[in-house]
């Protein structure tokens, strides 16, 4: 089940761990252990999904579940640049409507405010060679 709202956490699950209807990731101790993830307040607004392997995406996040699957809508993915993989390009490839599985997300961010910064480790490593 893909949760849209933080009122629709916990509703349903599946039937695992925890035993009986509903209560798949609820612990022996009957406490229900809370994601760190604050996904519910990025509902509706542009996002970044970072993924192993490289790939980048922009778009609306619509949805989410324990898992960290996504569903982001209006998704673009940025193209690579072709001599060095590492680096990304301003071209974009339009998606649409995508789900990202969570087990591929490292990283998502509200695209407002994004930025990405030279690493200070890179020019260390330069110094240390000469």
């Known amino acids: 089940m893909i949760n ?4 629709g956490r916990g509703v349903g699950g599946r039937q695992g761990a925890g035993g009986g ?3 798949g990731n609820v612990p022996a101790g009957g406490h229900r252990k809370e994601s760190i993830l604050e996904l519910a307040k990025l509902i509706d607004c542009i996002v970044r999904v970072k993924c192993l392997g ?5 778009g609306t ?3 989410y579940d324990d898992l960290v ?3 982001v809508d209006g998704c673009d993915e940025f193209i690579r640049d072709k001599e060095d993989a590492s680096r990304l390009t301003t071209e974009t490839r339009r998606l ?4 990202v599985r969570g087990t591929q997300v490292s990283l998502v961010s509200p695209d407002e405010g994004f930025e990405e910064i030279a690493n200070p480790f890179v020019a260390d490593q330069d110094d240390e060679e000469e």
């Open 21 to 23: 209807i509903g209560g």
């Open 54 to 58: 490289g790939r980048e995406l922009r």
């Open 4 to 7: 849209n709202s933080a009122q």
């Open 96 to 99: 649409g409507l995508v789900v």
């Open 61 to 63: 996040l619509k949805g």
């Open 69 to 71: 699957n996504l569903v």
